[in-house]
């Protein structure tokens, strides 16, 4: 796990410090050794000149590494490395988990090694397949190849979105990197803010890829890979979920005998074997691997698949509150006592967390209204000696543990029945349930899905909504009809992708390709990253999520028993206590804060919207309002926090 930056330019007077700056800029994220490398052309070739109207061309490249060593710890993993057989280089982020078989496949062509790392085999098999090496890849990565012959960079980026890239390019000229502060240290990208961004963050919380909150930058998306030649961006989506044939999408339908009450067993020990597999592939490591025990089912069944499958301990860690209002150690004490694990408890407390908000706030790439949590874990982990990570984070989007499973279908079937009643009786309908019912985000909500005009695209995006359309509007100084459209398209894209798959899979599609890829994963990346930890996520294997969506969504959702499918695959891993425990997670009081501790200086931040550097785009009143709001009791937390953090970020990087 490293950090990642190049430029490939012509233009010569781009130097190396640009790339320097950047580079040292992520120093977190690879705080054991770093490279800066000039790829001059020692010979250009025909097929290396690029012609514009008479003139030779030839790009430059200048890549820059940070490295957290975790596979080959020795010299020979140093990056940027080089390709002495093709001239090729590249710089690389994440891990290939798949890599060892991948590299003996190299071998029994000739290819030779002079490493035991993962990168070098995603650098040789480029050199033999090309583009097509993603389709090997079974892992999280991120990473950028300077084709020296071809003249020719090639970005790629995992099939979930685990690890992040973003770019930006203008007059045949492009710059990549792993944090979008990257790019802006480097001097080279200018701190503009991005409306469609900034509509992304205010219905979200968080910026939806490819859109970042800086004019000009983009996330490559998951599941892509990018080519760069001459001047010429290409985009190519190389896998989605979506892509698999309709008759495969929910097919296993002999799984179900008699009245339902039973799944078949065959299928659930594919489930099982395939769970087993994601979990082993994530120990390659030369280092210890922990993970993360919170007691919830995601990271018990993970403890418990993990200790069955090594010969040694299995090192668990888990935060502890000292106020015992907030504490779960109960529950990840007894999964730590049942498999043996050697068990850290982090002892925390609401002080110590709260101490942390303005660091963690630093520690945000782009604005996210969530994630302190993981700073907080991270840290204490790192501190602790952890340098690599198991999590559950996916198993409530792949499995059906939110609520949204149950609720998004509902208001799919209330919405079309609605749909054919006439505009003027669905708005006094919604006008007169707004007036009847008490003041709540939850209850404007019913009323936008009432009205049914048009604004929300799908109930899903509804359930996952910041600020709704009309507080948007009164937000926004300015409204600009095409950054609105842009902002909705890439999710209107996945709307339609969605629409082949049943309700439940149809909500799961849609939380891994939104919610998990643009909060969970991209706050835990830079989060864990903040403090040189690496965290694994064996839930969404992309094996296992390919399997899971052959299955008829019916079969995840099961009365009262949470993930019920998860459940049966591993029957008898964990105790009833901690299958039947209440759904909590590892949540921070912020409601309290925001009333207490941190109430000045939130209320300062806000009630003073008409300095600094968002004044002249969103209404002071409105934001005001969302204050006063929270204070009355009349709108979630999330809102007021949401609004603070942007203006914090806005402060330090713009």
């Given at each position: 796990?490293?950090?990642?930056?190049?430029?490939?330019?012509?233009?010569?007077?781009?130097?190396?410090?640009?790339?320097?700056?950047?580079?040292?800029?992520?120093?977190?994220?690879?705080?054991?050794?770093?490279?800066?490398?000039?790829?001059?052309?020692?010979?250009?070739?025909?097929?290396?000149?690029?012609?514009?109207?008479?003139?030779?061309?030839?790009?430059?490249?200048?890549?820059?590494?940070?490295?957290?060593?975790?596979?080959?710890?020795?010299?020979?993993?140093?990056?940027?490395?080089?390709?002495?057989?093709?001239?090729?280089?590249?710089?690389?982020?994440?891990?290939?988990?798949?890599?060892?078989?991948?590299?003996?496949?190299?071998?029994?062509?000739?290819?030779?090694?002079?490493?035991?790392?993962?990168?070098?085999?995603?650098?040789?098999?480029?050199?033999?397949?090309?583009?097509?090496?993603?389709?090997?890849?079974?892992?999280?990565?991120?990473f950028g190849i300077w084709?020296?012959?071809?003249?020719?960079?090639?970005?790629?980026?995992?099939?979930?979105?685990?690890?992040?890239?973003?770019?930006?390019?203008?007059?045949?000229?492009?710059?990549?990197?792993?944090?979008?502060?990257?790019l802006l240290e480097s001097?080279?990208?200018?701190?503009?803010?991005?409306?469609?961004?900034?509509?992304?963050?205010?219905?979200?919380?968080?910026?939806?890829?490819?859109?970042?909150?800086?004019?000009?930058?983009?996330?490559?998306?998951?599941?892509?890979?990018?080519?760069?030649?001459?001047?010429?961006?290409?985009?190519?989506?190389?896998?989605?979920?979506?892509?698999?044939?309709?008759?495969?999408?929910?097919?296993?339908?002999?799984?179900?005998?008699?009245?339902?009450?039973?799944?078949?067993?065959?299928?659930?020990?594919?489930?099982?074997?395939?769970?087993?597999?994601?979990?082993?592939?994530?120990?390659?490591?030369?280092?210890?691997?922990?993970?993360?025990?919170?007691?919830?089912?995601?990271?018990?069944?993970?403890?418990?698949?993990?200790?069955?499958?090594?010969?040694?301990?299995?090192?668990?860690?888990?935060?502890?509150?000292?106020?015992?209002?907030?504490?779960?150690?109960?529950?990840?004490?007894?999964?730590?006592?049942?498999?043996?694990?050697?068990?850290?408890?982090?002892?925390?407390?609401?002080?110590?967390?709260?101490?942390?908000?303005?660091?963690?706030?630093?520690?945000?790439?782009?604005?996210?209204?969530?994630?302190?949590?993981?700073?907080?874990?991270?840290?204490?982990?790192?501190?602790?000696?952890?340098?690599?990570?198991?999590?559950?984070?996916?198993?409530?989007?792949?499995?059906?543990?939110?609520?949204?499973?149950?609720?998004?279908?509902?208001?799919?079937?209330?919405?079309?029945?609605?749909g054919r009643l006439p505009?003027?009786?669905?708005?006094?309908?919604?006008?007169?349930?707004?007036?009847?019912?008490?003041?709540?985000?939850?209850?404007?909500?019913?009323?936008?899905?009432?009205?049914?005009?048009?604004?929300?695209?799908?109930?899903?995006?509804?359930?996952?909504?910041?600020?709704?359309?009309?507080?948007?509007?009164?937000?926004?100084?300015?409204?600009?009809?095409?950054?609105?459209?842009?902002?909705?398209?890439?999710?209107?894209?996945?709307?339609?992708?969605?629409?082949?798959?049943?309700?439940?899979?149809?909500?799961?599609?849609?939380?891994?390709?939104?919610?998990?890829?643009?909060?969970?994963?991209?706050?835990?990346?830079?989060?864990?990253?903040?403090?040189?930890?690496?965290?694994?996520?064996?839930?969404?294997?992309?094996?296992?999520?390919?399997?899971?969506?052959?299955?008829?969504?019916?079969?995840?959702?099961?009365?009262?028993?949470?993930?019920?499918?998860?459940?049966?695959?591993?029957?008898?891993?964990?105790?009833?206590?901690?299958?039947?425990?209440?759904?909590?997670?590892?949540?921070?009081?912020?409601?309290?804060?925001?009333?207490?501790?941190?109430?000045?200086?939130?209320?300062?931040?806000?009630?003073?919207?008409?300095?600094?550097?968002?004044?002249?785009?969103?209404?002071?009143?409105?934001?005001?309002?969302?204050?006063?709001?929270?204070?009355?009791?009349?709108?979630?937390?999330?809102?007021?926090?949401?609004?603070?953090?942007?203006?914090?970020?806005?402060?330090?990087?713009?």
């Amino acid at each position: 796990m490293c950090g990642i930056l190049g430029i490939v330019s012509c233009d010569t007077s781009v130097s190396e410090d640009c790339v320097v700056r950047g580079t040292q800029a992520m120093k977190h994220r690879g705080p054991d050794d770093w490279g800066v490398v000039v790829c001059e052309p020692e010979q250009v070739g025909r097929d290396q000149r690029k012609q514009n109207e008479g003139t030779t061309h030839v790009m430059r490249a200048i890549l820059g590494h940070t490295r957290l060593a975790i596979l080959d710890l020795s010299p020979a993993g140093h990056q940027p490395m080089h390709d002495p057989d093709t001239g090729n280089w590249i710089v690389h982020n994440g891990e290939i988990y798949n890599f060892r078989s991948i590299r003996q496949n190299l071998e029994r062509g000739g290819v030779r090694f002079n490493s035991q790392s993962d990168t070098e085999v995603v650098l040789k098999a480029y050199g033999q397949w090309g583009e097509r090496c993603v389709d090997t890849f079974r892992g999280m990565f991120a990473f950028g190849i300077w084709d020296a012959q071809r003249q020719r960079l090639f970005l790629a980026r995992d099939r979930l979105g685990i690890k992040p890239l973003y770019y930006f390019h203008k007059d045949r000229q492009i710059f990549f990197a792993s944090e979008v502060r990257a790019l802006l240290e480097s001097g080279l990208v200018p701190r503009l803010l991005n409306p469609v961004g900034l509509l992304n963050y205010l219905s979200f919380g968080s910026v939806y890829d490819p859109a970042t909150l800086i004019e000009g930058v983009y996330a490559l998306k998951a599941g892509h890979y990018l080519t760069w030649e001459n001047g010429r961006v290409e985009n190519v989506e190389y896998w989605d979920v979506g892509h698999a044939d309709e008759h495969e999408l929910g097919s296993v339908s002999s799984m179900l005998v008699g009245n339902g009450e039973k799944i078949d067993a065959q299928v659930l020990s594919e489930l099982r074997r395939v769970l087993e597999e994601a979990v082993a592939l994530r120990l390659v490591s030369d280092v210890p691997v922990g993970v993360f025990l919170s007691g919830g089912i995601d990271s018990s069944v993970l403890t418990g698949l993990l200790s069955r499958s090594v010969s040694s301990r299995v090192n668990t860690f888990s935060i502890v509150f000292r106020e015992s209002e907030y504490s779960e150690a109960h529950y990840s004490r007894s999964i730590a006592q049942r498999f043996h694990t050697d068990h850290h408890e982090l002892v925390l407390s609401q002080q110590d967390a709260l101490d942390v908000v303005p660091e963690a706030i630093r520690a945000m790439d782009q604005p996210t209204m969530d994630g302190v949590n993981t700073y907080v874990v991270s840290r204490e982990a790192r501190r602790a000696g952890l340098k690599v990570a198991l999590s559950g984070l996916g198993g409530d989007e792949v499995f059906a543990g939110y609520t949204s499973f149950k609720t998004v279908p509902k208001m799919e079937r209330f919405a079309l029945a609605s749909g054919r009643l006439p505009a003027s009786v669905k708005n006094s309908v919604a006008i007169a349930f707004t007036h009847l019912t008490p003041a709540s985000d939850r209850n404007r909500k019913l009323a936008t899905l009432i009205q049914g005009n048009g604004a929300i695209a799908h109930p899903y995006v509804l359930s996952r909504m910041l600020f709704l359309p009309d507080e948007q509007e009164r937000l926004l100084k300015f409204l600009d009809p095409t950054s609105f459209d842009k902002a909705s398209q890439p999710i209107a894209v996945r709307l339609r992708r969605a629409e082949r798959f049943d309700p439940v899979n149809r909500v799961s599609y849609l939380e891994l390709r939104n919610y998990m890829l643009n909060t969970l994963l991209r706050d835990t990346d830079f989060m864990s990253m903040a403090h040189g930890l690496e965290v694994r996520v064996p839930l969404i294997d992309h094996k296992l999520i390919e399997y899971l969506f052959t299955l008829p969504g019916a079969l995840k959702i099961k009365g009262d028993t949470p993930k019920y499918l998860l459940i049966k695959a591993t029957e008898g891993l964990l105790p009833e206590e901690v299958v039947r425990r209440p759904k909590r997670g590892f949540a921070l009081p912020f409601e309290h804060w925001l009333r207490d501790e941190l109430r000045r200086d939130v209320e300062t931040a806000l009630l003073g919207w008409r300095e600094g550097p968002l004044a002249g785009v969103l209404n002071a009143e409105a934001v005001q309002g969302v204050w006063q709001a929270f204070l009355n009791g009349h709108t979630a937390w999330s809102r007021p926090w949401a609004l603070y953090v942007l203006r914090r970020w806005c402060e330090l990087y713009l």
